[in-house]
């Protein structure tokens, strides 16, 4: 069976902080909408398990976030894919919406 999410429209920006949205769960794999308003981030961690994920950006500027004090802009239409057990994370420059996918899940 198919499955439609309408993110721009189910999700929404918090002044208190990050705002996550689970889009899909299953034992396959995660979806996961974040949205930050500019100035938010979800700091630097990994999980020690073997997989993948990636990270969307579906609006704004931001940075993507790893090891060593190293970033990478994040703007509208890049992704980042990367082993999960490597650091990341991401900082917001402007309002930002991100997808996450992470296989398997954690």
């Known amino acids: 069976m198919m499955k439609r999410v309408e993110v721009l429209k189910e999700s929404e920006f918090s002044d208190k902080g990050m705002q996550r949205f689970l889009i899909h769960d299953s034992p396959y794999f ?3 909408n974040f949205n ?3 100035g938010q981030e979800l700091g630097i961690h990994s999980h020690d398990v073997e997989g ?3 990270i969307v950006v579906l609006e704004g500027i931001g940075e993507f976030l790893g090891k060593d004090g190293l970033t990478l802009p994040a703007n509208t239409g890049d992704v980042l894919i990367s082993d999960i057990s490597e650091p990341h994370g991401i900082s917001a420059l402007s309002d930002m919406r991100v997808i996450v996918t992470i296989a398997p899940p954690v």
């Open 30 to 32: 995660r979806v996961l």
């Open 36 to 38: 930050f308003k500019s």
């Open 52 to 54: 993948q994920l990636s």
